[in-house]
């Protein structure tokens, strides 16, 4: 095999920046993403429309206007991981251990939310829980209620869980830049992952203490099927 040439790299840090055959530090590294600028989609009316009928009974979802307004109160979310489960194989080729893929893995992803002062948003993926795992007595399901199933308090209840494509949804995190709107760009550049039959698998505890105040987060975890990547090219308007 030919020897695979590394050309050298080199940064001009002096004035001028840019002499036209070095290129700055800015040049090369001054358009990196942030962090902090992104936004997750629910698309709860996405498909069976019983989950939002439910939400709509809990009173979570009853404001159309306002539903969306879900979507902003994430304070943080992780990006999906994928990975390989592997075999090997060993000796078949004079000894090397090979490793083969089998099938994509994916891991679950977690989004944080800002607590709203009427608790909506915890209620919410209470409710969407509540919707997959219903309680249940012999005369029947207990239904949604802007209290919650606070009746259901007899030790015959028991849960029965729906069928899948009942409570599975599209969930979109979308990474896009500062510069969003400017630059007469009609349109720009985005990075969105869309999770496929995903739902919600936990709810972490929400500390709660007289030392000191601060804003009141809770951690949501979901599983999903896959993934897809749609990537927005910026254009110019």
């Known amino acids: 095999m030919a020897n ?9 840090q002096t004035l001028p920046r840019d002499d036209g055959q070095l290129k700055g530090a800015i040049d090369l590294f001054g358009a990196l ?17 019983g989950l939002l009928g439910w939400l709509r009974d809990s009173g979570i979802t009853s404001n159309i206007q306002k539903n969306s307004f879900y ?10 991981g994928v990975t390989f489960d592997t075999a090997a194989e060993f000796g078949s080729h004079q000894g090397v251990l090979e490793k083969f893929p089998t099938k994509k893995v994916y891991t679950d992803f977690t989004i944080t939310l800002y607590v709203d002062n ?3 948003n915890i209620r919410l993926f209470e409710e969407w829980m ?15 209620s802007e209290i919650g199933q606070g009746g259901a308090t ?23 830049e500062r510069d969003f709107y400017t630059g007469g760009r009609a349109q720009p550049t985005t990075l969105t992952y869309r999770m ?12 709660v203490t007289y030392e000191g105040s601060q804003i009141t987060k809770t951690t949501i975890s979901f599983t999903y099927s896959r993934y897809i990547i ?4 910026a254009k110019t308007s």
């Open 71 to 80: 979507d902003f109160f994430c304070a943080e979310a992780a990006l999906p």
């Open 118 to 120: 009427e608790y909506q």
């Open 4 to 12: 695979l040439p590394i050309s050298p790299l080199y940064i001009k």
């Open 33 to 49: 993403s942030v962090t902090s600028q992104f936004k997750v989609s629910l698309h709860l009316s996405n498909g069976d429309a």
């Open 230 to 233: 749609e990537k927005y090219q």
């Open 130 to 144: 509540n919707y997959i795992n219903p309680i249940n007595t012999i005369k029947g399901e207990y239904s949604a």
């Open 154 to 176: 007899s030790t015959n209840d028991f849960f029965r869980v729906r069928y899948p494509n009942k409570y599975r949804k599209i969930i979109s995190i979308s990474k896009f």
């Open 196 to 207: 496929i039959d995903a739902y919600p698998t936990n709810i972490t505890a929400i500390p």
